[in-house]
């Protein structure tokens, strides 16, 4: 079986004594690709620098998370863009809205999520949707954007059947973590009426551990509990989760071929628009 974290973030200093023990400790537990998302401009590099040592197994995203949006955060979606020209990422994010922490810069997170949005559509990358609190702003951005060929993923998600619907005549897949092996978590209510087709794993590392690790330091060698939890949930085998989660995350990221690529030279190119 073959795994894939759509979301963890490696690069951050809770993993600085064994990062490259726990990368090796996920391949062995068949989690062959790890998708780093962004938080701001500080955490580039050393997101960077850990999918160059694992360049078969980890690829970065680029983007602002919303608890990151602060006075300055246009010089952050400059830095953004740039990062975007210089070279490959395979996703736009983390981004969105956080309502949970802190609401003084409600309108600049409303500025920024709007200019990633555009930035996803340019570039034709998926979306890495953070919707703390704040679900319904999210999906209302959205609707407002009207854009039918935007893609991605609702991060963390855990909520009724009628969000992951709205979610998904969006176009966006829904992340499923740690959270959905909480007991009487509902999104184990949800699972029951979503199909296999419309959900990729994730782990949110180093927060949100599964079960029987919760409120413990969480790494994608724990993938494969959350794909257990889902087949039981679902009456089916984890092998039929591993294959389907697995094939979604590489038709969203399109790395299907990313042991056999070239390396890029330079930067994308944003899509032109009609």
Known sequence: MIFIDTHTHLYLEEFEPDHHQM???????????????????????????????????????????????????????????????DRKFYGIGECGMDFYWDKTFVNEQEIAFRHQIDL??????????????????????????????LHGIFHCFSGSVEQARQAIDLGFSL???????FKNNKMQETLKHIDLKHLVLE??????????????????AYIPLIAEKI????????????????????????????????????????AKHN
């Open 175 to 181: 992340g499923l973590g740690g959270v959905t092996t």
């Open 231 to 270: 087949a039981e949930i679902k009456g089916i085998s984890v092998e039929e989760v591993a294959q389907a989660t697995t094939e979604n995350a590489m038709k969203l990221f399109r790395i299907a071929n990313h042991e056999t690529m070239e390396p890029a030279s330079g930067g994308q190119s944003p």
């Open 120 to 149: 996803a559509k340019a570039y034709k990358l998926p979306l890495i949707v953070h919707i703390r609190e704040s679900f319904n702003e999210v999906i209302k951005i959205l609707k407002d954007v009207n854009k039918p060929d």
């Open 203 to 220: 782990t949110d590392a180093p927060f949100l551990a599964p079960m029987p690790y919760r409120g413990k330091r969480n790494e994608p």
């Open 23 to 85: 990368v090796e400790r996920a391949i062995e537990a068949g989690v062959k690709y790890m998708m780093l998302p962004n938080i701001d401009s500080t955490s580039v590099h050393p997101m960077l620098e850990l999918c160059a040592a694992f360049p078969d197994n980890i690829m970065p995203m680029i983007g602002l998370h919303p608890t990151s949006v602060k006075e300055n955060y246009m010089d952050q979606l400059a830095a953004v863009e740039c990062w975007l020209l």
